[in-house]
């Protein structure tokens, strides 16, 4: 495996065969761009078409499958991640610039995700129908079953560059489906790592590949209609442009969002300080339910704010391999440059700085801003960054119509006391997740998570991926006579 300037590149894994390309891809080392992570290689087309005819062809064996096999792959994967588990964690602090207590967190989801795939591909249940609903109807009855659909086409995004894979990966194996990933390109060692895994765990002869590849591939596989679903974890701009080219086969979108949070009067302020600190600058922000809006009653705003603004105040800025560093660098200067800019623009439109707002090479402290208008990029659009914009507001139906009034709608958390607001949230909320009384951010591996409006389509979380990478079908059974 490479992780350090001078080894060797590692293979991509094509097919169940490790190969290299002329094309290098050298991977950064966001924290230290000075001295890259490792290194691999893009694949070239004529690798990319080698995988996707194997994947059509794995097809036939993947299809009819047991249900006993393919949780025994996905058990084998999932102890073989647990038992690499500081090694991933190391690689992934690296390459992505996560934490590390937060990458071995990652690790530890990727261990369930590859778990609750096993449970999910052994409860693939049907169902019974009654059809003796009118007399031209009596004597038959219906039996419901899931099928898979074929090769499936997968491209994870960097900032969970195993877990949110794995929710490719899992459910691909789970139901019978052969898959090709594209992982990021900013940090694939990570999922070149697992492949190794893979390759032992039994998954059957060209039913797996893992490959780099440039965008312009990237964009053949989007539009190659030998794919029957397209599942894109990344941003929002490129998500809808793929679903655009991708054909006539389903397509899966879990984009991005500017999640709010809502701190009702009557919530519990240390918990909710201490939540969302975590929920607004773990991973320097880099999360697609990242709390980037506050609404705060005005009744704890003094007091919720102050409590805010001097636990963020705390966190430890530096390197992700420090085990006491909260907030690591942003994944490349470009991301960070980008920031600066918003940040910049919110205070030109009146904004107020109340802590940070100032890069320091691929590093951007924690920020929190207030008195910003909505219209500014730094509320309306991702910020993908540690940067929080705090509002109050009087009446509770002012905060979800000011959490509404944005083109996502992925996550978001209410933290309140009264259970007539928690009601009255989750039915006005436009969002994928209600998460009450604690942050947009959270998410464990089997709840069925996603957005609405710009934030995508579709449903991950084991038991729902299986659905959309599955068909279903009816067979009547008659009783003539």
Known sequence: MATATGAKPHPIFLAGRWVESPDPLVVANPADPGKPAGSTFNATPEQYEEAVEAAVAAFETTRTLPAFERGAILRNISAGIKARREELGRLMALEAGKPIRDALVEVDRAVLTFRLGAEEAERMFGEVIPLDLMPASKGRVGLTR???IGPIAGISPFNFPLNLAAHKLSPAIASGNPIVLKPPSKDPLTMLTVAEIVEGAGAPAGSVSILPMTRELGDRM??????????FTGSPSVGWRMKERAGKKKVVLEL?????????????????????LVGGFAYAGQVCISVQRMFIHEDVWDEFMARFVEGARGLKVGDPLDPQTDVGPMVDEHAAGRTQGWVDEAIALGGKVLLGGKVKGNFYPPTILTDVPPTAQVCSNEAFAPLVVAFRFRDFGDAIRGVNDSSFGLQTG??????????????????????????????????????????GQGREGLRWSIEDMTELRIMVLAWPG
């Open 414 to 455: 209410v933290f309140t006391n009264d259970l007539a607001h928690a009601w009255q949230a989750f039915g006005e909320l436009e969002v994928g997740g209600v998460i009450v009384n604690d942050v947009p951010t959270y998410r464990i591996d089997h709840m069925p998570y996603g957005g609405v409006k710009d934030s």
């Open 146 to 148: 899931r099928f898979p």
């Open 222 to 231: 989007v539009a190659d209609e030998r794919f029957k679903l397209l599942t």
């Open 256 to 276: 991005g969002g500017n999640a709010g949070v809502i701190i009702d009067k009557s919530a519990d302020l240390d918990w909710a300080v201490r939540r969302n």
